[in-house]
């Protein structure tokens, strides 16, 4: 299992919730969005989302 399938899986069948929160649901999964862990995970799922979405070129040692 690799890519989108491997995301979605993350996304839907983890979280890390301090508080244990699988009510709520977010872009980058479960989570009461304000304790310290959802903070980490939702600022993980921008910075990969940024990432997977730039050009090719941005991301080439020079």
Known sequence: MAGEALVKLICEESHACYSGDREH?????FGCGTCFEC????????????CKEAPL???ELT
């Open 57 to 59: 070129a941005s991301h």
């Open 39 to 50: 903070n980490l995970r939702a600022a993980g799922w921008e910075q990969f989302r940024s």
């Open 25 to 29: 649901r977010h872009s980058w999964g």
